[in-house]
């Protein structure tokens, strides 16, 4: 009896296996569907990096020296990028990983923070278009930007703000989803993203105007502010207590209340060109300051170097004067600064070689690699459609108006769209309106986000289309 029992459960096993390997199958199959993208980003994200990361030598510039040094850091630097590279170098000397601190600061911005930007670009596309296959194209073709690819390997704070700015769109979407951790994540994002890039200290204030814009009904029947208010408020204080505490230690280290005292070295680069219709005032101290500037031709290190000795003031005292001489030139001669505006515009979108990565690009793009020949091929392609005024208004105001015209019945993805767009423009406005140099720089935070809102575009307009042309075809069918 024992052996005719033992011999049916037996039976029975066996029929079972075939139909329980066949169910965990059927499970398994579409969740691997579903991550297939991110395993293959992944891989090919790295293989690309592995590459580049071969053939390059971090780039260290200027402004490279003044981020490399945490403690005692001055005004005119916000402590974001700092406190990034201190980081690396603490867990480099716990565990005496390498002697090559500059090499490791651009490992982990290449094999981590840029492997992670293709993988939210990826996220926002997949939101955007609903097509895993498309998105997974446009999160490949991140690897392939080569100017944003560039600052990678450059000790420069680009990298780290596209992060940020991703970030910090992805989380503050999920306020809106009710989600309880979203407003602490999108508030450190933010405040992060300020400290790491003083140009964006009012970003959080525009993602708020935005949904209010959006949600502009609901919230006239206010059961949309009662629902997220306590989110609302967490997410504003983050910042604002952010922002207070960073300025409150200026104020007591340095006698600045503020998070960044460079707009003035900014703001020069518009106000050299007419700074010989500086008119003396009261302010013996100013009028002095302008006469050394004068005096030295613009040149700013010897500028400085003049005021220390002479005039026996401190780097926040130069700024405080500085800026207010800038604002008063600006203000008596709004023409001369306005009409430079358009050279400041074509500096931000008109120009795709830049110096900051020219070195690197004559080592990687001339290489008869399958990669180095990508490279070079979107290389070109990004820079026609940077630099063609047809190609700039189709990329930056016919394809978004046409992302926005698809997207509009669907409000969570109309209000993603419409964040991406508002961070695209303030960066924009905030880099123009505040120097006319080097605008270039300023753009490769938002590029991603360009490019994403054109792609997605382009699918949904093919899509629509195709869809248009189907539906005339079957009504003219008998």
């Known amino acids: 009896k024992e052996s005719n029992c033992f011999q049916g459960n037996q039976a029975h096993i066996l029929k079972m296996l075939p139909t329980q390997f066949s169910t965990k199958s059927k499970k398994f199959a579409p969740s691997l569907l579903k991550i297939w993208p991110v395993?293959?980003?992944?891989?090919?994200?790295?293989?690309?990096?592995?590459?580049?990361?071969q053939r390059i030598r971090p780039g260290f510039h200027t402004d490279s020296i003044t981020y490399l040094i945490l403690y005692?850091?001055?005004?005119?630097?916000?402590?974001?990028y700092p406190l990034f590279i201190e980081?690396?170098?603490?867990?480099?000397?716990?565990?005496?990983?390498?002697?090559?601190?500059?090499g490791l600061i651009v490992f982990i911005q290449m094999f981590f923070l840029g492997v992670l930007n293709c993988l939210l670009i990826y996220k926002l596309a997949k939101v955007i278009t609903g097509n895993n296959s498309f998105s997974f194209v446009i999160g490949l073709l991140y690897n392939f930007d080569y100017l944003v690819m560039g600052f990678e390997f450059s000790i420069l704070t680009e990298t780290l703000s596209i992060t940020l700015i991703l970030l910090t769109i992805i989380f503050y979407l999920k306020i809106f989803e009710g989600k309880k951790y979203a407003p602490y994540a999108a508030g450190i994002f933010s405040f992060c993203l300020l400290i790491v890039r003083p140009t964006f200290?009012?970003?959080?204030?525009?993602?708020?105007?935005?949904?209010?814009?959006?949600?502009?009904?609901?919230?006239?029947?206010?059961?949309?502010?009662?629902?997220?208010?306590?989110?609302?408020?967490?997410?504003?204080?983050?910042?604002?207590?952010?922002?207070f505490s960073w300025s409150i230690r200026n104020k007591v280290k340095f006698n600045y209340f503020g998070t960044s005292?460079?707009?003035?070295?900014?703001?020069?680069?518009?106000?050299?060109?007419?700074?010989?219709?500086?008119?003396k005032d009261d302010n013996e101290l100013m009028n002095r300051m302008a006469d050394i500037y004068l005096e030295e031709n613009f040149n700013l290190a010897r500028f400085e170097e003049r005021i220390l000795s002479e005039m026996n003031l401190s780097g926040v005292e130069i700024s405080k004067l500085f800026l207010k001489m800038n604002l008063k030139l600006i203000m008596k001669n709004p023409g001369d600064y306005l009409k430079q505006i358009p050279e400041a515009i074509s500096k931000y979108y008109g120009v795709y070689s830049f110096w900051w990565t020219i070195p690197h690009q004559k080592k990687l793009l001339n290489k008869k690699q399958f990669i180095s020949r990508t490279l070079r091929s979107f290389f070109n392609i990004y820079k026609y459609l940077f630099t063609n005024l047809v190609a700039q208004i189709f990329i930056l105001i016919v394809m978004p108006a046409i992302l926005f015209f698809f997207v509009r019945k669907n409000q969570s993805v109309f209000h993603l769209v419409f964040l991406c767009e508002f961070a695209i423009n303030y960066n924009f406005l905030a880099s123009v309106l505040s120097c006319n140099a080097d605008n270039l720089r300023y753009r490769v935070p938002v590029e991603p986000l360009i490019v994403l809102i054109f792609l997605s575009s382009s699918l949904l307009f093919l899509k629509g289309t195709l869809k248009s042309i189907k539906n005339r075809l079957i009504k003219k069918s008998p």
């Open 201 to 243: 200290l009012i970003f959080f204030l525009g993602l708020l105007f935005i949904t209010a814009i959006v949600h502009f009904r609901k919230i006239l029947r206010q059961g949309f502010i009662k629902h997220f208010r306590t989110a609302i408020v967490i997410f504003l204080l983050i910042n604002i207590a952010g922002i």
């Open 261 to 279: 005292s460079l707009l003035p070295y900014q703001l020069r680069h518009y106000t050299n060109r007419f700074f010989h219709k500086y008119k």
């Open 72 to 80: 005692d850091i001055e005004t005119i630097r916000t402590p974001g």
């Open 39 to 53: 395993i293959m980003l992944l891989f090919i994200s790295l293989l690309i990096r592995v590459y580049i990361f």
């Open 87 to 102: 980081a690396i170098q603490f867990i480099n000397d716990l565990f005496s990983i390498t002697s090559d601190y500059l």
